[in-house]
Structure formats: C-alpha cells, structure tokens
C-alpha cells in the first residue's frame, strides 16, 4: 500500500536548483532555492508508482492550471493550482510552473516554502552594473556551488553553501548530527564560520 506521506519528505539538496532573483546596489545577491518539475515527476513514480497518477492542463480564463491524479483507495484524487510564465518560454513555463505548483499541493516540496532568505555578499568580479542595475558576471558559477542542508522532522534546520573555489558562501542554522562527519569537515569550512 503506498504511504502518501512520503510525498511530503524533504527533498534531497541534491534535487534542488538555486538561482539569483535579485542584486542590489551593496551587491548582495539574494538566492532563490526551487525544484524542476522533473523532481515532482521522479517522486511521484518513487512513491505512488507509474501508471498510478496522472497529470492534466487545462485553460481557465487566460491562466494555465495543471492538476495531479493520484489513484488512492479506488478513487482518483485530483489537486491543481495555476502557473505563472517564464521568462524564456510562456506556454512552456506555465505548464510546468503550474505542474510544480500542484506538486507542492501533494506535499512535493513543501519545504522550500521554510527555507531561509539566502542573502550573499557578492565579490567585485562576480557583478556586472548595467542601466544602473547589477547583475550576476560570467565569474559567478553558481551551478558549481555545493549545498547541504539537514532537516529534523521535516524541517529545515541548517543549510551551507561553498562555491566552485572553496569557499563557504552561506551558512545558516547549526548542523547538529552527521551522516559522514569527516566528508562534511573536508568539504565545507564550517567550523571556520561558528
């Protein structure tokens, strides 16, 4: 029988993508943490298994709606929510926001709704100032950077980002057990940060 409980564990850090949302003028650049619907896709298969749910779009009013099917105790159980567009592909966007969307009404990646505001201080190089705003330079790889993170009972506690250099970028909250203590310590720098 499947535990729809599942559904709501946290995601792996490995699962989650991060992205700049914002740079201002200190040149402080403000992290957004997010889930590709892919993400949404592998754990629906993990937990309620291929051929059991389903995914349907409809149109309402000029907005893209996405519902998930979940087939539990002999009925399908639907949950929806409407997507916003992207920057690059409008359809494409809304579709999968609206799917991610309703992968979050299932319990899919709750969790980065508790996240912390993820502020870094930018160096020099990594800022390019455009028309008066800043922007991230070719020198920021943020896609290189390592993040851990560590929840109790569902919730995030500690969360630490090191960039492609070595260096750690962020550290919030306290790491409080370990799966691989000597792994993290070679890792990350973090007992230079508490």
Same mark, same amino acid.
């Given at each position: 029988?499947?535990?729809?409980?599942?559904?709501?564990?946290?995601?792996?850090?490995?699962?989650?993508?991060?992205?700049?949302?914002?740079?201002?003028?200190?040149?402080?650049?403000?992290?957004?943490?997010?889930?590709?619907?892919?993400?949404?896709?592998?754990?629906?298969?993990?937990?309620?298994?291929?051929?059991?749910?389903?995914?349907?779009?409809?149109?309402?009013?000029?907005?893209?709606?996405?519902?998930?099917?979940?087939?539990?105790?002999?009925?399908?159980?639907?949950?929806?929510?409407?997507?916003?567009?992207?920057?690059?592909?409008?359809?494409?966007?809304? +579709?999968? /926001?609206?799917?991610?969307?309703?992968? &979050? *009404? =299932? !319990?899919?990646?709750?969790?980065?709704?508790?996240?912390?505001?993820?502020?870094?201080?930018?160096?020099?190089?990594?800022?390019?100032?455009?028309?008066?705003?800043?922007?991230?330079?070719?020198?920021?790889?943020?896609?290189?950077?390592?993040?851990?993170?560590?929840?109790?009972?569902?919730?995030?506690?500690?969360?630490? +980002?090191? /960039?492609?250099?070595?260096?750690?970028? &962020? *550290? =919030? !909250?306290?790491?409080?057990?370990?799966?691989?203590?000597?792994?993290?310590?070679?890792?990350?720098?973090?007992?230079?940060?508490?």
């Amino acid at each position: 029988m499947m535990d729809l409980k599942k559904l709501k564990e946290p995601l792996k850090i490995s699962d989650i993508d991060f992205r700049i949302q914002s740079i201002n003028k200190g040149k402080y650049a403000t992290i957004l943490a997010y889930k590709d619907a892919r993400v949404d896709m592998n754990r629906l298969d993990a937990v309620i298994g291929q051929g059991m749910w389903q995914r349907d779009h409809k149109e309402v009013k000029g907005v893209v709606y996405c519902g998930i099917g979940i087939w539990f105790e002999g009925a399908l159980i639907w949950k929806w929510d409407a997507g916003t567009e992207s920057m690059a592909e409008k359809q494409k966007g809304e +579709a999968s /926001d609206s799917f991610k969307r309703a992968g &979050f *009404n =299932w !319990g899919i990646g709750r969790e980065l709704y508790d996240y912390p505001i993820i502020s870094i201080k930018l160096f020099d190089n990594e800022v390019t100032e455009y028309n008066g705003k800043f922007k991230a330079s070719f020198n920021l790889k943020l896609k290189e950077w390592k993040w851990i993170s560590q929840f109790t009972d569902g919730k995030i506690n500690a969360l630490a +980002a090191q /960039d492609n250099n070595g260096k750690t970028r &962020f *550290n =919030w !909250g306290k790491f409080t057990k370990w799966d691989n203590l000597d792994l993290l310590i070679k890792t990350f720098d973090l007992y230079e940060q508490n």
